[in-house]
């Protein structure tokens, strides 16, 4: 069949579009865009940081929340510290009601000392970035300090009633190794509460929205 030239040429482009149509189809092929689609999520799901939320958007309550802060937590460090000096050091106060107030004077400071400097450092440098370790680590901390101090008060008030109830049973039942025993049982369903929350929070899968990182509050 003899093909004028236009005709020609309209076939030829014809041939042409439908042979980069295929190479077209060949380059972008299911499998190829559906790695390439797991490796740009799987890019995109690295999380390095969080952003917390502020708690004043402007610059002058952002400075009264650090003087409060700084007010605050120096109250209560030297409170904790001037009774756990008094405490090691007084040998009068070597009984068991106070070795367990030691020990819930010691869970007081572990969750002030946690959380505290960083919002102290997010209102005076207007920041808000954690880091994901940073994060991870200080709620492993704070929850390991509160929940050490939930048994420690059950202790302290089952000091209380042994002491009022059975006085001359005091000195046995609330011996120097039965209450080293409680403490230490304190602390490890402390440290265990919070390893399990810890683990089971930074394995859910985060999603973030319209912000340049995942947002906690």
């Given at each position: 069949m003899v093909l004028s030239g236009r005709?020609?040429?309209?076939?030829?482009?014809?041939?042409?579009?439908?042979?980069?149509?295929?190479?077209?189809?060949?380059?972008f092929s299911p499998a190829k865009g559906s790695n390439v689609w797991r490796k740009q999520m799987s890019n995109s799901s690295s999380i390095s940081h969080f952003l917390l939320l502020p708690l004043a958007d402007t610059r002058q309550l952002q400075l009264l929340h650090f003087c409060l802060f700084l007010g605050i937590s120096l109250a209560a460090?030297?409170?904790?510290?001037?009774i756990i000096?008094?405490?090691?050091?007084?040998?009068?106060?070597?009984?068991?009601?106070?070795?367990?107030?030691l020990n819930l004077a010691l869970t007081d400071l572990g969750s002030i000392l946690t959380t505290v400097p960083k919002a102290?450092?997010?209102?005076?440098?207007?920041t808000r970035n954690i880091s994901?370790?940073?994060?991870?680590v200080q709620l492993f901390l704070f929850v390991f300090f509160i929940s050490a101090e939930v048994p420690l008060l059950t202790i302290m008030c089952y000091d209380r009633y042994v002491s009022i109830c059975k006085p001359l049973h005091y000195g046995t039942l609330?011996?120097?190794?039965?209450?080293?025993?409680?403490?230490?049982?304190?602390?490890?369903?402390?440290?265990l509460y919070a390893l399990l929350l810890t683990a089971n929070t930074f394995s859910l899968p985060l999603c973030q929205g319209n912000v340049p990182g995942p947002v906690l509050l």
């Open positions: 005709e020609w040429s309209v076939r030829k482009g014809f041939d042409s579009s439908k042979r980069n149509l295929s190479s077209a189809v060949i380059v460090l030297l409170a904790n510290g001037l000096s008094a405490v090691a050091c007084g040998h009068l106060l070597h009984t068991p009601m106070f070795f367990f107030l102290m450092h997010n209102s005076l440098w207007d994901y370790e940073g994060c991870a609330l011996g120097s190794r039965a209450c080293a025993h409680m403490a230490a049982a304190a602390w490890a369903s402390g440290f």
